[in-house]
């Protein structure tokens, strides 16, 4: 009885579970602005890789419990291995590990290798019923949680390789520097430091893939007499590179080379409305980059 009630808690909980999750997920999407600017797909994707991965981790750990179990070897801690390593490295170290099967003595109970003649603890034949040896050696046993680990596997890893080609593809990702969505990048910047502080941005690199946009919102608290100060230095300028400042609000977009500022650029922002404004660096080529950009 409490076997079957066992089932009925996986087989009904870990599906509600998954739902939840995914409820939960959708209605973070729908209701906040940070996803905005990225098709849903990527975050369903990327929950799709963590759920299938936690249940092949616990399928195939689960199945390391119950080998331990018919090996008289300590289930839980191979469990656990099995679950923090991975299944492809705790499995592999199990397997290559792991003891033999072994049976009780009939005459003084000491565990002996199925393969054993003799009890190596007190001498006496061991007597295997006719094709017990070959039957144990060879059965699979619980065979339902190496399939729910095999499908989880194959979904994780086809929800992974979805992600990766559609990012790659760049569908589903706003990459307009003149969206008044968020902008989302694939490449990759590598910094030395980013502040905003006091209204103030301050933001320095060292370099970043070509055409990686940074950005920070701002507010117009007086579109008539704000004005937009940017002091910006480029140490290092390759041929064909430039630093490129945007300034986007609603369909209203305004942009500016700012690769080689003699002097810090000043900007009114009078065609501009009192609100959020984005304010974007693209960076296309350009290194050694220190930048701050404030509205006074």
């Not at 179990?69 to 289930?75: H, P, Q, V």
């Not at 890893?157 to 080609?165: G, K, Q, S």
């Not at 209203?252 to 009078?270: M, Q, R």
């Not at 660096?281 to 050694?288: M, P, R």
């Amino acid at each position: 009885m409490n076997k079957n009630v066992g089932k009925m808690v996986g087989y009904i909980g870990i599906p509600f579970v998954m739902l939840f999750i995914v409820l939960r997920f959708a209605l973070f999407y729908l209701r906040s602005d940070g996803l905005s600017g990225i098709s849903v797909m990527f975050p369903l994707l990327a929950a799709g890789i963590l759920i299938f991965a936690l249940l092949m981790s616990v399928s195939f750990a689960a199945w390391v419990y119950q080998d331990c179990k018919k090996r008289n070897d300590d289930g839980i801690l191979w469990a656990i291995i099995t679950f923090i390593a991975t299944p492809f490295i705790g499995l592999l170290v199990y397997f290559l590990r792991r003891s033999e099967m072994k049976q009780s003595c009939d005459a003084c109970g000491h565990l002996v290798s199925l393969r054993a003649n003799f009890c190596e603890e007190c001498g006496s034949k061991i007597v295997h019923r006719e094709g017990m040896k070959d039957m144990e050696m060879k059965r699979t046993h619980h065979i339902n949680y190496i399939v729910m680990g095999t499908i989880s596997m194959t979904l994780m890893i086809t929800c992974l390789a979805c992600f990766v080609m559609s990012a790659l593809s760049g569908k589903g990702i706003n990459s307009d520097i003149t969206s008044d969505d968020r902008i989302w990048n694939i490449g990759g910047i590598s910094m030395n430091y980013q502040t905003m502080t006091d209204g103030v941005w301050t933001l320095d690199f060292r370099s970043a893939s070509d055409g990686f946009i940074k950005q920070e919102d701002m507010t117009i608290n007086n579109a008539g007499t704000d004005v937009l100060h940017a002091e910006i230095s480029c140490d290092t300028v390759p041929d064909n590179s430039r630093l490129t400042l945007y300034l986007v609000q609603g369909d209203l977009v305004k942009s500016f080379d700012v690769t080689s500022l003699s002097e810090p650029l000043e900007y009114s922002l009078h065609e501009f409305e009192n609100g959020e404004i984005h304010v974007r660096l693209l960076i296309e080529g350009v290194e050694d980059v220190i930048s701050k950009i404030y509205i006074r």
